[in-house]
Nanobody, 124 residues
Framework: EVQLVESGGGLVQAGGSLRLSCAAS????????IGWVRQAPGKGLEWVSS?????????YADSVEGRFTISRDNTHYNTMYLQMNSLTPEDTGVYYC????????????????WGPGTQVTVAS
C-alpha cells in the first residue's frame, strides 16, 4: 500500500524558513514522480514543486521559484523534502505530498497518491 506522510509544518514569522519532509512507503520511491501541492485557506489546490522519477529533474511554481527547494532521498530513507525560505503570509496553507507512477504535468489533479497534509502558517 502506497503511503505518504508529511511532517515539519508549523508557525513561522514572515521571512523565516521551514523544512517539510515526506516519508514514503509501500512502493519503489525512485520510480515515482513526487511533488508538493498546497491549499491556502478558502482556495483550491496549487501545485508547488515536483521532482521526476529517475532523472530527479525539479520544477517549481513561479510563486516559489528561488525561495523553495525540493529534494529527494532515494536511498533507504525514501524521503522527500521541501526547504522553504523567505516565507510570506501568502505561503500559508496545508501542504500535501503527492506521487504518481508516471511523469505528470504540474497539476494537482495528475497525482494519484496523497499524504494527509501538514499545516504551514506564516505570520506577518
Amino acid at each position: 500500500e502506497v503511503q505518504l506522510v508529511e511532517s515539519g509544518g508549523g508557525l513561522v514569522q514572515a521571512g523565516g524558513s521551514l523544512r517539510l519532509s515526506c516519508a514514503a512507503s509501500g512502493f519503489t520511491f525512485e520510480n515515482y514522480t513526487i511533488g508538493w501541492v498546497r491549499q491556502a485557506p478558502g482556495k483550491g489546490l496549487e501545485w508547488v514543486s515536483s521532482t521526476k522519477a529517475g532523472s530527479g529533474i525539479t520544477s517549481y511554481a513561479d510563486s516559489v521559484e528561488g525561495r523553495f527547494t525540493i529534494s529527494r532521498d532515494n536511498t533507504h530513507y525514501n524521503t522527500m523534502y521541501l526547504q522553504m525560505n523567505s516565507l510570506t503570509p501568502e505561503d500559508t496553507g496545508v501542504y500535501y505530498c503527492a506521487a504518481n507512477r508516471y511523469d505528470v504535468k504540474p497539476d494537482p489533479s495528475q497525482y494519484t497518491h496523497w499524504g494527509p497534509g501538514t499545516q504551514v502558517t506564516v505570520a506577518s
